[in-house]
């Protein structure tokens, strides 16, 4: 018997799973405050669902199951489609989901086969004002999270497509496009010699003169204004509803399938790739039954505590206890729960000691889950109704009244 856990998936831990609910906890609060409602779908789609439109590499990392009928969902973007063109919702339509997605690629680092994204998308709103707000909510949660400094990636699929078209490979440019999506990870002079392969070298010279495109982000956007004037024009305007600085990219890319307009990416580190990343996908919901304008962008969690983790940008923690209450003697232990109780209802997390164990062995057992505090009861205590709490930090120790061992484990 195999007693791992399968490549690509690993098992989190207590230490794991507190930061990621600290991480989860953020996100969440902040889609609230913006307006979106929650949503959950199924872990598993029918296949006919997940390959509707999500390109030929996407499909090789479907996780295929029960005969070849069903799958584990690659993304949230494609379920939420579904649940949108077969309901009825109030337009626009502002929801989030925050769950795990599978896909069948290799294991590197920030990147697993089981792995959990924050998704927020805007269903039913054609203005670039909703691609301008998700791409501001993912800032916001980014800043909460400790992070100062971020690079917004901005491009328009419709200026690749033109592009394409121009140059004369629209009948190649879903290869093309998906050769262009790896830039970061094969580097430019292999994606050239790919390309190369696909559509020769002179449209790929005159392709990579327009992807290094310098400048500032007006002169980019009119050095393509004529190829694609519509294009220029929903990035002038998510570029105006945007209060932070925003980088427009022609190699963006974004590999999926179903993107028809702007695409985007937040980058946090140059060694992780981005951490976050969407776009708009007007032609993806009638697919599913009714069609809608739609945008979206997902969050990824893993690579976003890595860096938490590596830059220390929150303190890991061994527990969500704040103090444990430690019995001297066994038949004081009833007192110790009604002690507990007490402490509980003012919002304070409790734990007593369940192994009838000595008072130094239930220190002890503070000490290995970076329990902060411990209140000593035993009968000097009941009797005078005076608590000794011991700071398990500092080692220092005092005398409080029941009033005054609330506020310093609520100021905490």
Same mark, same amino acid.
């Given at each position: 018997?195999?007693?791992?856990?399968?490549?690509?998936?690993?098992?989190?831990?207590?230490?794991?799973?507190?930061?990621?609910?600290?991480?989860?906890?953020?996100?969440?609060?902040?889609?609230?405050?913006?307006?979106?409602?929650?949503?959950?779908?199924?872990?598993?789609?029918?296949?006919?669902?997940?390959?509707?439109?999500?390109?030929?590499?996407?499909?090789?990392?479907?996780?295929?199951?029960?005969?070849?009928?069903?799958?584990?969902?690659?993304?949230?973007?494609?379920?939420?489609?579904?649940?949108?063109?077969?309901?009825?919702?109030?337009?626009?339509?502002?929801?989030?989901?925050?769950?795990?997605?599978?896909?069948?690629?290799?294991?590197?680092?920030?990147?697993?086969?089981?792995?959990?994204?924050?998704?927020?998308?805007?269903?039913?709103?054609?203005?670039?004002?909703?691609?301008?707000?998700?791409?501001?909510?993912?800032?916001?949660?980014?800043?909460?999270?400790?992070?100062?400094?971020?690079?917004?990636?901005?491009?328009?699929?419709?200026?690749?497509?033109?592009?394409?078209?121009?140059?004369?490979?629209?009948?190649?440019?879903?290869?093309?496009?998906?050769?262009?999506?790896?830039?970061?990870?094969?580097?430019?002079?292999?994606?050239?010699?790919?390309?190369?392969?696909?559509?020769?070298?002179?449209?790929?010279?005159?392709?990579?003169?327009?992807?290094?495109?310098?400048?500032?982000?007006?002169?980019?956007?009119?050095?393509?204004?004529?190829?694609?004037?519509?294009?220029?024009?929903?990035?002038?305007?998510?570029?105006?509803?945007?209060?932070?600085?925003?980088? %427009?990219?022609? +190699?963006? @890319?974004?590999?999926?399938? #179903?993107?028809?307009?702007?695409? $985007?990416?937040? !980058? &946090?580190?140059?060694?992780?790739?981005?951490?976050?990343?969407?776009?708009?996908?007007?032609?993806?919901?009638?697919?599913?039954?009714?069609?809608?304008?739609?945008?979206?962008?997902?969050?990824?969690?893993?690579?976003?505590?890595?860096?938490?983790?590596?830059?220390?940008?929150?303190?890991?923690?061994?527990?969500?206890?704040? %103090?444990?209450? +430690?019995? @001297?003697?066994?038949?004081? #232990?009833?007192?110790?729960?009604? $002690?507990?109780? !007490? &402490?509980?209802?003012?919002?304070?997390?409790?734990?007593?000691?369940?192994?009838?164990?000595?008072?130094?062995?239930?220190?002890?057992?503070?000490?290995?889950?970076?329990?902060?505090?411990?209140?000593?009861?035993?009968?000097?205590?009941?009797?005078?109704?005076?608590?000794?709490?011991?700071?398990?930090?500092?080692?220092?120790?005092?005398?409080?009244?029941?009033?005054?061992?609330?506020?310093?484990?609520?100021?905490?």
């Amino acid at each position: 018997m195999k007693m791992q856990t399968p490549k690509g998936m690993r098992d989190l831990l207590p230490e794991d799973m507190i930061i990621r609910n600290y991480v989860n906890n953020i996100i969440e609060s902040t889609f609230k405050s913006y307006g979106y409602l929650p949503l959950e779908t199924p872990a598993m789609e029918y296949l006919t669902t997940l390959r509707a439109k999500a390109g030929a590499e996407v499909d090789k990392q479907i996780f295929v199951i029960e005969g070849n009928e069903l799958g584990l969902r690659f993304d949230l973007t494609v379920p939420f489609a579904r649940v949108v063109a077969t309901n009825t919702f109030p337009k626009p339509f502002k929801a989030y989901c925050i769950g795990s997605v599978w896909r069948k690629e290799e294991p590197q680092r920030g990147r697993y086969r089981e792995f959990w994204q924050a998704e927020i998308d805007v269903f039913g709103s054609r203005s670039m004002r909703s691609d301008a707000e998700i791409i501001s909510v993912t800032i916001e949660v980014i800043k909460k999270l400790g992070f100062e400094k971020q690079t917004v990636v901005l491009n328009n699929r419709t200026i690749l497509d033109a592009l394409a078209e121009e140059l004369g490979f629209a009948d190649k440019k879903a290869e093309v496009f998906r050769l262009l999506d790896k830039l970061d990870k094969l580097g430019e002079n292999e994606v050239k010699k790919q390309i190369k392969g696909v559509i020769g070298e002179k449209p790929v010279k005159e392709l990579f003169e327009l992807l290094k495109t310098k400048g500032t982000n007006e002169e980019k956007l009119k050095s393509v204004e004529q190829l694609a004037p519509d294009a220029v024009k929903e990035l002038r305007q998510i570029i105006q509803f945007c209060n932070f600085p925003v980088e %427009v990219d022609f +190699a963006l @890319v974004r590999g999926l399938g #179903y993107y028809t307009g702007p695409v $985007f990416e937040v !980058k &946090l580190s140059d060694n992780l790739g981005s951490v976050a990343g969407g776009g708009r996908y007007d032609n993806l919901l009638s697919l599913y039954g009714q069609g809608d304008y739609a945008t979206g962008i997902g969050i990824g969690i893993e690579r976003l505590i890595v860096l938490i983790k590596e830059l220390k940008k929150a303190n890991p923690e061994k527990t969500y206890t704040n %103090v444990l209450v +430690a019995t @001297v003697k066994p038949e004081f #232990y009833n007192n110790t729960l009604e $002690f507990a109780a !007490k &402490l509980r209802e003012e919002g304070i997390n409790v734990e007593v000691d369940l192994n009838e164990r000595n008072l130094r062995k239930q220190f002890d057992y503070a000490n290995a889950l970076s329990i902060p505090y411990v209140v000593v009861l035993g009968e000097k205590e009941i009797k005078e109704k005076l608590y000794t709490l011991k700071n398990m930090q500092t080692g220092k120790e005092d005398k409080l009244t029941f009033q005054d061992v609330i506020k310093v484990l609520v100021v905490r």
